[in-house]
């Protein structure tokens, strides 16, 4: 009776060990396939952000700036937006963006007033085969670097959670 009770038990927890193990394996291996979406995005910011290096610069002169208000349903940042004009082959484009972020707006009132008055100038790129295609210069070269190292740390994970090993089948016991 004992024995019959030893062996109900050891049954009972190796069931358990086995479905607790498979929930494991199933989550690692859900976690890896939407991994991939986020890849894709780091490499398509990593192509963008090489397609702008190789943009032109010249400079732009500050025709407005503007403080934006975060999203009213959310708390969120204000944003210092500008915009700019740059001339390019005697022809006149307008471009904007925001240049700043921040939680409080005093600071990017101060930003506004002191850094980014209109008619100041700032630097820009623009896309020389459509000359109205222009984004702020940015001040990090090392961009597309960092999106394309952060996509293959991502990918390997992503391999790693996908490939882990199935679980070991189960030997029949001798004693039938």
Known sequence: MIQ?????????????????????????????YTMIPL??????????????????????????????EPPSSKRGFYALVITYSYKVAEKTFLGDGPIAHDSERASLEHKQEDMYPSGSN??????PSNPS??????????????????????????????RTKPLPSPVPSENY
């Open 4 to 32: 019959s009770l030893k062996k109900f038990y050891n049954f009972i927890r190796k069931s358990e060990e086995k479905r607790e193990q498979e929930k494991a394996r199933f989550g690692k291996i859900f976690l890896g």
């Open 39 to 68: 890849i894709i995005g780091f490499c398509l910011l990593a192509n963008n952000a090489f397609k702008q290096s190789s943009w032109t610069q010249i400079t732009a002169s500050i025709v407005k700036s503007r403080i934006e």
């Open 133 to 162: 295609e222009s984004s702020l210069a940015s001040r990090a070269t090392t961009m597309p670097y960092l999106f394309l190292i952060i996509a293959l740390l991502m990918t390997f994970i992503s391999y790693k959670l996908i």
């Open 122 to 127: 700032i630097q820009v790129v623009y896309n």
